[in-house]
């Protein structure tokens, strides 16, 4: 699936304590614990899906999330495929090894496509993975966190890692601050859903 599309921008969300909010740094990173490369997986509903930019061009290519064949209530882990660059690639994601705080974008994909499936995400049309993105693109443009070259790309979205839970406090500040209560409120349910997965991720076995 290739899909030509353009990103959004967020201007209008404009902080005037930029300058004085130090940035995130913390990019780089390699497949945690929580991400293991599978064969690609031919059944199972798929439960959200996404795009991710190739840099440079303005071709989107298509990802899915399904539960993974060996997933259980008790230890949920996401298959999740794409075909970045007209490849096929697939990541088992486990749910209870996720660390908002230091996770990557294939991580957060999963969580989030989790999340919707059982009705703890943020209940927005287009799911809360797109919620988080938004998020991300509004600290991009008002500088509260850094990046490693393109914001997009596969090599980003699989190992680069965020502190999604402080990103996402610092836009909520500034949503509150433009009254912009609706993306503000699916900001609580987010923080919601990371003080969950937080809570699994210290007490796994």
């Known amino acids: ?4 599309a353009a990103l959004s921008q967020y201007g209008q969300y404009e902080s005037n304590l930029r300058s004085g909010i130090d940035k995130n740094d913390n990019f780089m990173g390699v497949m945690s614990a ?9 059944d199972g509903d798929v439960l959200g899906i996404s795009m991710n930019a190739q840099p440079g061009t303005k071709i989107f290519w298509g990802m899915k999330a399904k539960y993974a064949s060996c997933s ?4 949920p882990i996401i298959y999740v495929e794409t075909n970045y660059g007209g490849k096929t690639v697939s990541y088992n994601i486990n749910i209870n090894n996720i660390d908002p705080s230091n996770a990557s974008r294939l991580e957060m994909f999963a969580l989030c496509s989790y999340a919707d499936n059982m009705g703890i995400g943020d209940k927005s049309t287009f799911g809360t993975y797109s919620t988080l993105r938004t998020f991300e693109e509004m600290a991009n443009h008002n500088g509260y966190i850094g990046t490693q070259g393109e914001l997009n790309g596969f090599n980003q979205f699989q190992s680069e890692k965020l502190d999604w839970v402080d990103m996402s406090k610092q836009v909520m500040a500034l949503l509150f601050k433009c009254n912009d209560l609706i993306q503000y409120s699916k900001g609580l349910s987010i923080m919601d859903l990371f003080s969950k997965t937080n809570l699994l991720s210290k007490t796994r076995c």
């Open 1 to 4: 699936m290739r899909i030509f």
């Open 72 to 75: 259980t209530s008790d230890n």
């Open 34 to 42: 929580a991400s293991t490369p599978v064969e690609k997986q031919e």
